[in-house]
């Protein structure tokens, strides 16, 4: 007999398991909670594998912090939650808030054309406005307060947005980071300041850091420490803008903090060499982020507790192949700190009934670090295992964050923490644009933009690309686009999972009006890139972990766990992201976002 689709099992399981259900499954210990929470935490860890997370449960010692695993032990835990198509950050976070697929809040991929001006012009799906009503909408309309945390999606459809309060994601800095390599002639002697704050036991030497294009700088004295008659600077004395100076050796990190715009601001840098006669300087110069939450009186409280935005990891400088990769890595912990500081001082305030929280880092380790395919350039059993520790790691320092919420919440609080999508290797980049380039539909702008003359203008992330037909282009455009796309071999192999029109993508729930006129799908292991190489359809991936493939693939799966009143204790393999939305409602006791239960009723292929 053929089994039925995999879709049609996980709706079953998600149907059999809702919180809503009178009883859990058969498989699960039924130990009903009482019937509503006070206040309910939604926990977003992007990238989070079910799978992965599954076996590190299953190691002693590998998440010491007990944080998951106490949700584990105490309430539902479902391995893997099934996310929408495509499996990407914005798609899937607008799930999670609407319970509504792709096709319903309109978030079809990370990059989308922005139909309302000039053609080819691109815009992000976390900038793109919902089309579904959302958990926050509906909480309001119902008298709850909600706070959001830099949750994709989670604070309703802007302008307005429906949060009480709550901290935006920092995509920007205000100065862009860089090595700076400062030679001996960049070091003046001078005086030390009367008391003698910075002698040493040689001729203080001072220099300057700037960061561009601001004013802010930052003042350096080097300083040796060691009273053995011989000249060797062995440490640095850093000046910021504000707060006391600090004292640094090789290897150590200091804040730059400087006067924000509106509150605290600054860069994390790191004195990485200093060679003791001065010849050689080598500082890493972080970019100047500022935290962005609101209302006022909030953002102080995140500023004096949490400190500066301290920006993201940095894979250009410190990337695998940098030969300095453990500096990410500490550049991702500190960021992951950062966020559960912020979030704990939402958490601890009293004026809230929904919580979101979001967490970045097991997501931006696995893009660099997913190392696990001979396939891929650079692959080796000891490099492999070397990157298979830091993702471990990241997933321990996600479990630490929230064993450190739980332990603010009270016993009435219903906790959630759930996942985006997994992850899968990545071997080959495809460049549909060069592929239509060479077709002649597309044409690119001397800055290497899309000319808005183009017949098709190509949206690509990762596993699935949105090509759009210029309303002006020639008849047969969109047939002759499917045809060279559809043709691309690498090494023999066909690269494509689907290529589908949007009228006929329903069963993938992209049938959007935000959607491509025509759909590429990859198969893992493929990324599709917006970059242009003149001359080549395909390249190695400047990524080694990607996802944003069909809903079709158990690495690409997330998880769901979920402890605390109004949730039903028990194990099941698998729930389908769709139904997150209506069971925090239902732990609420609330109703659920309007196209909630048309989400939970529907699966895409």
Sequence with gaps: MKP????????????????????????AAAAAAPAHARRAVLISIDGMSGLRLEGLLARPGALPAGGLKDLVDTGFFAVRSVPSTPSLTPAAHATHV???????????????????????????????????????EAAHRQGRRVGVMAYPHAAGTPPSGCADFGMNWVSD??????????????????LPPPGGGE??????????????????????????STNDGAVNYDRLRVEAEVGPPASVAPGEWFAAEVSGRQGRAGAWCKLLSLAPDLSSVEIYVGGISETDAYPAP?????????????????????????????????QSRRLTDFLAAAALVAEERTDWDLLFLYFSEVDAIEHHFLLVDPRQVGFSEQRAALFGRWIDQSYAEADAA????????????????????GMTPLWTEIYPDEILREAGLVTRAADGSIDPSSSVAVMATSGIAHVYVHPAAPAGTLDEAARRLSELRIRGEDP????VRREHAGAL???????????????????????????????VSEEYGGHGYRAAYPELDATFLAAGPGVARGRVPQILSTTIAARIAAALGIEPPRQAQRGQAAKAE
């Design 4 to 27: 039925p689709p995999r879709f049609l099992l996980a709706l079953g399981l998600a149907l059999a398991t809702s919180s809503c259900a009178t009883r859990p499954p058969a498989s």
């Design 98 to 136: 609407t319970g509504a697929l792709p096709r319903d809040t309109g978030i079809v991929g990370n990059s989308l054309m922005d139909r309302s001006r000039p053609f080819g012009t691109k815009r992000t799906g976390f900038e793109t406005p919902l089309r579904a009503d959302t958990l926050c």
């Design 173 to 190: 800095p205000i100065s862009r980071a860089r090595i700076a390599k400062l030679p001996a002639t960049a070091w003046t002697a001078s």
């Design 199 to 224: 002698a040493g036991f040689s001729p203080v030497q001072r220099a300057v850091i700037i960061f561009p294009p601001t004013a802010h700088r930052v003042l350096l004295a080097a300083v040796d």
């Design 298 to 330: 909030f953002r102080r409280d995140v500023d004096a507790r949490a400190g500066f935005w301290p920006g993201r990891a940095d894979y250009t400088i410190f990337g695998p192949d940098s030969g300095r990769a453990e500096i990410y890595q500490e």
């Design 402 to 421: 929230i064993a450190r919420l739980k332990r603010a919440l009270t016993p009435r609080d219903a906790v959630f923490v759930t996942a985006d999508h």
């Design 496 to 499: 494509w999972d689907r290529i």
């Design 509 to 539: 729930a992209l049938d959007a009006p935000e959607s491509g006129d025509l759909i590429l799908l990859a198969r893992p292991g493929y990324h599709l890139s917006m970059k242009m190489v003149p001359g080549q359809t395909s390249g």
